[in-house]
């Protein structure tokens, strides 16, 4: 039986959003991304819900535009991860650059043979890098779960208000987790370019001209990356952080006065 209901925190929904959207910083725009959702699952009035409280960010394997994976060494970590904070994978997300918010075939099949697991897993879509008529940046997603003739079924989906807090967890994965999510991408891609090279030395102590050129053109792709990333995604988030710590200042600060007046009365 599908899900009645999938409710999303505005921090998991915020942070899936944000990996959704930071492919372009490192690596083309039609690029996927991935992620798996952490919550739990309930039953209320005889109908299945699930809430997800955050997601955890997954380094893509496959950087081809149309292909999204996970391995089953991520679902296992994922697993565990999930079972340390009393949680459990309850679903995945992934993005869909310049293209339909729908999930594809790929998608659906994919969908299906996660639901062999649990058949209240589902699916979200993050569309992306779209614009409308007055070319402004429009975002959708949507909910989805697959039917025994691997037919897409729409799942509603609420996105609950933003807690006045962000969690540390919610914190762990913007500050900690993501950045390293994408600068291990780039590294392991600038890995497999240079040793595909190294393979097909012929043991000359001098390289070729070639393989000079080769080392020098990947080399200045992953300086360009590292310099994107730090530009566009370190830089703000430590802004973030310093300007989120003065804002928690002065609300120390102002209860401290609101404190001090009660008493004085």
């Given at each position: 039986?599908?899900?009645?209901?999938?409710?999303?925190?505005?921090?998991?929904?915020?942070?899936?959003?944000?990996?959704?959207?930071?492919?372009?910083?490192?690596?083309?725009?039609?690029?996927?991304?991935l992620a798996l959702l952490l919550g739990t699952y309930y039953e209320e009035n005889g109908k299945d819900f699930a809430n997800v409280d955050r997601c955890l960010i997954l380094?893509?394997?496959?950087?081809?535009?149309?292909?999204?994976?996970i391995s089953d060494e991520q679902l296992s970590n994922a697993i565990e991860e999930a079972e340390a904070t009393g949680t459990k994978v309850?679903?995945?997300?992934?993005?869909?650059?310049?293209?339909?918010?729908?999930?594809?075939?790929v998608d659906l099949n994919t969908q299906r043979s996660m639901q062999l697991l649990d058949n209240r897993f589902f699916g979200l879509v993050f569309s992306c890098f779209n614009t409308d008529s007055t070319l402004a940046e429009r975002i959708?997603?949507?909910?989805?779960?697959?039917?025994?003739?691997?037919s897409r079924i729409s799942i509603p989906l609420c996105i609950m208000p933003r807690d006045p807090f962000i969690t540390q967890q919610t914190l762990t994965q913007l500050v900690e987790k993501l950045p390293t999510t994408l600068l291990r991408?780039?590294?392991?891609?600038?890995?497999?370019?240079?040793?595909?090279h190294d393979e097909h030395d012929d043991g000359d102590t001098r390289a070729g001209a070639d393989e000079i050129i080769a080392a020098s053109f990947h080399g200045g792709l992953l300086v360009r990356s590292l310099a994107l990333l730090l530009d566009r995604l370190i830089s703000p988030l430590v802004q973030f952080c310093?300007?989120?710590?003065?804002?928690?200042?002065?609300?120390?600060?102002?209860?401290?006065?609101?404190?001090?007046?009660?008493?004085s009365c």
């Amino acid at each position: 039986m599908a899900l009645s209901a999938v409710y999303v925190s505005a921090e998991g929904a915020s942070t899936i959003r944000q990996h959704a959207g930071l492919n372009c910083f490192t690596s083309p725009e039609k690029e996927e991304t991935l992620a798996l959702l952490l919550g739990t699952y309930y039953e209320e009035n005889g109908k299945d819900f699930a809430n997800v409280d955050r997601c955890l960010i997954l380094t893509r394997k496959d950087k081809r535009k149309d292909r999204v994976e996970i391995s089953d060494e991520q679902l296992s970590n994922a697993i565990e991860e999930a079972e340390a904070t009393g949680t459990k994978v309850v679903g995945w997300s992934h993005s869909h650059p310049h293209i339909t918010v729908f999930p594809s075939h790929v998608d659906l099949n994919t969908q299906r043979s996660m639901q062999l697991l649990d058949n209240r897993f589902f699916g979200l879509v993050f569309s992306c890098f779209n614009t409308d008529s007055t070319l402004a940046e429009r975002i959708q997603v949507t909910c989805f779960q697959a039917g025994i003739d691997g037919s897409r079924i729409s799942i509603p989906l609420c996105i609950m208000p933003r807690d006045p807090f962000i969690t540390q967890q919610t914190l762990t994965q913007l500050v900690e987790k993501l950045p390293t999510t994408l600068l291990r991408e780039e590294r392991e891609a600038y890995d497999r370019c240079t040793s595909t090279h190294d393979e097909h030395d012929d043991g000359d102590t001098r390289a070729g001209a070639d393989e000079i050129i080769a080392a020098s053109f990947h080399g200045g792709l992953l300086v360009r990356s590292l310099a994107l990333l730090l530009d566009r995604l370190i830089s703000p988030l430590v802004q973030f952080c310093i300007d989120r710590h003065e804002r928690n200042l002065k609300e120390i600060q102002t209860l401290k006065e609101s404190s001090d007046e009660d008493n004085s009365c």
